[in-house]
């Protein structure tokens, strides 16, 4: 009788239609070996803090099977020791994750040259290549500090060319949560003891990265007519590693699967070319809104809380406040 209706049970579930999962999500992690405080520099006092995030980015990551696409700015490393700096990118390595270079020092390309703007491109590499080459491979990848991609056609298209002849693809995203502020709120709460207020943090931090996730795939099935892989941006800080897990699993609840990096890229929707001239840095859903002249109001993308920009003396000077198109 068991038998017979688990057979039952197989025939049917054989013939109902897949459950809906085709969503897909590529991770991607800026500012390796670890992002640190935006108000003062890296330095190796930090190594420590360093290590424990990318222990626990690199626990979730495996635990949830996600193949990342991890930033480095050589500067960093640079700050944190050579040794500890690479050998926290050999794990990375090591665990089959990707690397790319995300400048040297993490400038706003916005203020420098062409020429300048090329040279932290190469002086990018002198971490990361030898260390790619020990594993046999070598960085793909290229990404804009603030996803700035150029504030004239000048320097937009010389440094897009720039790129292309160095064998680089531009690393695209989808989805930004602003976690650089809330972790900026969540550094000196732990500062400060303040477990009250790191909990609260940690709580609406989920909450608003939810609402961006939901908010991105609208806005771009809005544009392109069909949901395309997304790309998540985030930073190598204290927050992310203290809720990876649930993070990932949000993802999981949303039915998303985790694919790479190149994976998303392969999707039709990023070879739309881009040519959004603008000094911020916006998420791709508003590049291709340009191209394809589909209005959008950026006014529509939910807020961080304001809270939190008033617990950092900060004002909202997001630039998705900037990007109604066309
Ligand atoms: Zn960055």
């Known amino acids: 009788m068991h038998f017979l209706r688990c057979l039952a049970l197989v025939v049917l579930a054989s013939c109902l239609p897949l459950p809906a999962q085709n969503r897909t999500v590529a991770i991607t992690v800026d500012d390796l070996p670890y992002a640190g405080r935006t108000d003062r520099a890296l330095t190796t006092a930090d190594t420590a803090f360093a290590e424990e995030v990318n222990r626990n980015l690199l626990r ?3 635990n949830h099977k996600v193949p990342v696409t991890g930033f480095v700015n050589g500067k960093r490393i640079d700050a944190l020791g050579q040794k500890i700096g690479s050998q926290i990118l050999r794990h990375w ?14 400038p706003d390309i916005n203020n420098l040259t062409v020429a300048q703007i090329e040279d932290e491109i ?3 590499e002198t971490a990361i290549v030898p260390l790619m080459k020990e594993a046999g491979r070598k960085p793909q990848f290229f990404r804009f500090p603030m996803n700035h991609t150029g504030d004239t056609k000048e320097k937009h298209d010389a440094i897009a060319s720039f790129l292309a002849r160095h064998g680089y693809k531009l690393a695209t995203c989808t989805i930004d949560n602003s976690d650089y502020l809330f972790d900026d709120a969540y550094l000196r709460m732990l500062e400060h003891g303040d477990r009250v207020g790191a909990r609260k943090l940690r709580i609406e931090y989920l909450e608003y990265t939810s609402s ?3 908010y991105y795939a609208s806005l771009n099935k809005r544009v392109l007519g069909y949901e395309p892989p997304q790309v998540m ?10 809720v990876i897990g649930e993070l990932l699993k949000m993802f999981e609840t949303k039915k998303y699967t ?3 990096l190149s994976s998303a890229e392969s999707d039709k929707a990023y070879s739309i070319p881009d040519t959004f001239i603008t000094p911020y840095g916006p998420m791709w859903g508003y590049r291709w809104a340009k191209e394809m002249n589909v209005h959008v109001d950026g006014k529509l993308e939910p807020e961080p809380p304001q809270w939190v920009f008033d617990y950092i003396g900060r004002t909202n000077k997001r ?5 109604t198109v066309p």
């Open 212 to 214: 961006e996730i939901d």
């Open 233 to 242: 941006l985030l930073h190598a800080n204290r927050l992310n590693a203290a």
């Open 319 to 323: 630039g998705s406040l900037h990007f």
């Open 122 to 124: 190469v002086l990018g």
């Open 258 to 260: 985790f694919i790479s």
């Open 93 to 106: 390595l090591v665990q089959g994750l990707d690397l790319g270079n995300h400048t040297y020092s993490h």
């Open 60 to 62: 979730a990551f495996r």
